[in-house]
């Protein structure tokens, strides 16, 4: 740990952003094709992509969690006690949460009429991650540059 908090190696850093992207970029495909494709023309190969879309999105997102609770015990806690990036790694962990509630919900639905409303959460705050996670990143290099200066050494 040094002054900035508990900064991720470049294998780490590199493992979530992937993994994040394969989660964005699988949530966002199965979103497109769920405008092009009939549900219920099972004929359609479009109807086939969709769910694989769905299959890769959901492997993926499950391994996210998985490296989310990895952050939270190497990442998160020592930031949070150097007091860097808070607001923003609040926002984005609260966001994660929500989504990996709601993409539970989508797959054990409290009741089956609540689902297209669980469904257009989820996507909302999907398209809020994907904006999130660039700016937590722009955010936290923005603070180790000014911390790094020697006008601001402590």
Excluded: K
């Excluded at 969709?50 to 990442?75: E, F, N, P």
């Excluded at 609540?114 to 937590?136: M, V």
């Amino acid at each position: 740990m040094n002054t900035w908090g508990v900064r991720l190696s470049p294998f780490a850093r590199n493992t979530v952003l992937l993994c994040s992207l394969i989660v964005i970029a699988s949530g966002v495909a199965w979103m497109v094709l769920s405008w092009l494709v009939d549900v219920q023309d099972y004929t359609d190969p479009l109807h086939t992509l969709r769910h694989r879309m769905l299959v890769l999105h959901g492997i993926t997102a499950y391994v996210l969690v998985w490296m989310a609770g990895r952050l939270s015990s190497l990442h998160q806690q020592g930031n949070w006690r150097a007091h860097r990036n808070r607001r923003n790694g609040l926002l984005l962990t609260t966001v994660l949460a929500l989504l990996a509630a709601s993409g539970l919900c989508l797959y054990y639905p409290p009741h089956e009429d609540w689902r297209e409303t669980i469904s257009q959460l989820h996507q909302g705050l999907g398209i809020a991650l994907a904006l999130l996670l660039p700016l937590h990143l722009l955010a936290a290099r923005a603070l180790r540059r000014i911390s790094s200066r020697p006008d601001n050494a402590r």
